[in-house]
């Protein structure tokens, strides 16, 4: 049975539509935009070193936040909303709290002198301890409001109560960790929002069928915008993603978790992320998911047969171009979303 009724689809699809076209074009101005800001960072996966505008995650924040308007603007003068608009004001609030954090690091450039008069731009970045701290602030408005339901159900443990333990604790521990962990799985062309997609899909079947309207409003706003940005950063990118994205991405993740009803089914679907987490923390997190760039395109691991990441582990099947290892990944996310809704059907969730 369907958790809203089926006229209410219109309220969930047109928002995604403007969410859709707002990202298409905000990319496409960002584009040009940071060029002449000077925001860029460098791709090193190609023959050539190219300098690419960074901060992509800007333009997807700004869909998702538009599509929550539409919605809001709806319920105010066409429909009456389904929907809490403190709840939807407390995710948009989120939203653009992590994103600017990862705005931050983004932006967060120095220079040093070089021979003769000129001055190289570096990539400084916030520092490692900054970012976990940092980013619980797009927790903060989930917090406040008491999002989501004490009462989880988690794979194999079954209902647990949680309490004030979930709004004050779980909850921002997973948008550090969430976000954070998001944030370590990239490097390659279209790796980052290609597995995105397949995961906002993945909510946006369970929590349109299983879970609830929130969620699937917000899984449905996700997926149109990545989509959206995904022809951007697809092999050959025209635009990095940048850390703006992923922690704008991580924090929503847990948004449509925690105010979707989807917790058991998310946690399942977010195991690669957990994976490279812990990949990167056998390398103490001074490793990198890059490979070394051969001359018939394809890449080899730094670190030889040793496994840092996920993609170091892709990079070892075989003779990998880079849109290849991007594609495996993605693969590979599709396979635990298979999984959650296996696990769901057969009762374990």
Same mark, same amino acid.
């Given at each position: 049975?369907?958790?809203?009724?089926? @006229?209410?689809?219109?309220?969930?699809?047109?928002?995604?539509?403007?969410?859709?076209?707002?990202?298409?074009?905000?990319?496409?101005?960002?584009?040009?935009?940071?060029?002449?800001? +000077?925001?860029?960072?460098?791709?090193?996966?190609?023959?050539? !070193?190219?300098?690419?505008?960074?901060?992509?995650? !800007?333009?997807?924040?700004?869909?998702?936040?538009?599509?929550?308007?539409?919605?809001?603007?709806? /319920?105010?003068?066409?429909?009456?909303?389904?929907?809490?608009?403190?709840?939807?004001?407390?995710? $948009?609030?989120?939203?653009? &709290?992590?994103?600017? !954090? /990862?705005? &931050?690091?983004?932006?967060?450039?120095?220079?040093?002198?070089? *021979?003769?008069?000129?001055?190289?731009? &570096?990539?400084?970045?916030?520092?490692?301890?900054?970012?976990?701290?940092?980013?619980?602030?797009?927790?903060?408005?989930?917090?406040?409001?008491?999002?989501?339901?004490?009462? #989880?159900?988690?794979?194999?443990?079954?209902?647990? =109560?949680?309490?004030?333990?979930?709004?004050?604790?779980?909850?921002? &521990?997973? *948008?550090?960790?969430?976000? =954070?962990?998001?944030?370590?799985?990239?490097?390659?062309?279209?790796?980052?929002?290609?597995?995105?997609?397949?995961?906002?899909? /993945?909510?946006?079947?369970?929590?349109?069928?299983?879970?609830?309207?929130?969620?699937?409003?917000?899984?449905?706003?996700?997926? $149109?915008?990545?989509? $959206?940005?995904?022809?951007? =950063?697809?092999?050959?990118?025209?635009?990095?993603? +940048?850390?703006?994205?992923?922690?704008?991405?991580?924090? #929503?993740?847990?948004?449509?978790?925690?105010?979707?009803?989807?917790?058991?089914?998310?946690?399942?679907?977010?195991?690669?992320?957990?994976?490279?987490?812990?990949? @990167?923390?056998? +390398?103490?997190?001074?490793?990198?998911?890059?490979?070394?760039?051969?001359?018939?395109?394809?890449?080899?691991?730094?670190?030889?047969?040793?496994?840092?990441?996920?993609? @170091?582990? #892709?990079? =070892?099947?075989?003779?990998?171009?880079?849109?290849?290892?991007?594609?495996?990944?993605?693969?590979?996310?599709?396979?635990?979303?298979? *999984?959650?809704?296996?696990?769901?059907?057969?009762?374990?969730?």
């Amino acid at each position: 049975m369907l958790p809203f009724p089926y @006229h209410s689809y219109l309220t969930v699809l047109i928002p995604a539509i403007i969410s859709f076209l707002t990202t298409f074009y905000a990319t496409k101005f960002l584009i040009n935009y940071f060029y002449g800001a +000077g925001i860029i960072d460098e791709d090193h996966n190609k023959a050539k !070193v190219l300098k690419l505008p960074s901060a992509g995650g !800007v333009a997807v924040a700004f869909g998702l936040i538009i599509g929550i308007m539409t919605y809001i603007f709806g /319920g105010t003068f066409a429909f009456i909303p389904l929907l809490s608009v403190s709840q939807l004001m407390a995710v $948009a609030l989120s939203i653009m &709290l992590i994103t600017f !954090v /990862g705005f &931050l690091d983004d932006i967060n450039v120095g220079t040093k002198g070089v *021979v003769g008069t000129d001055l190289k731009r &570096l990539k400084v970045g916030l520092k490692q301890w900054q970012k976990p701290l940092l980013t619980v602030i797009g927790a903060i408005p989930l917090m406040a409001i008491n999002a989501g339901i004490s009462t #989880v159900s988690l794979p194999f443990l079954g209902v647990v =109560n949680l309490g004030l333990i979930y709004p004050l604790l779980i909850l921002p &521990l997973a *948008v550090i960790f969430v976000s =954070n962990a998001f944030n370590l799985l990239g490097g390659f062309d279209g790796l980052q929002p290609g597995m995105a997609i397949v995961a906002s899909f /993945g909510l946006l079947l369970y929590t349109t069928f299983f879970g609830s309207y929130i969620g699937a409003l917000l899984s449905a706003l996700l997926f $149109a915008t990545l989509l $959206a940005f995904w022809p951007f =950063n697809k092999y050959i990118a025209k635009i990095i993603p +940048g850390d703006s994205f992923t922690y704008c991405i991580g924090g #929503v993740l847990v948004a449509i978790m925690a105010v979707g009803n989807a917790e058991a089914f998310g946690l399942i679907i977010f195991i690669p992320w957990m994976i490279e987490f812990f990949l @990167h923390l056998k +390398g103490r997190f001074k490793v990198t998911d890059l490979g070394i760039r051969q001359k018939d395109g394809t890449f080899k691991s730094k670190y030889g047969r040793k496994v840092y990441s996920l993609t @170091h582990l #892709v990079m =070892n099947i075989g003779k990998m171009k880079e849109y290849q290892v991007a594609n495996y990944l993605i693969g590979f996310e599709a396979f635990f979303v298979v *999984v959650a809704f296996a696990l769901y059907f057969a009762g374990l969730l």
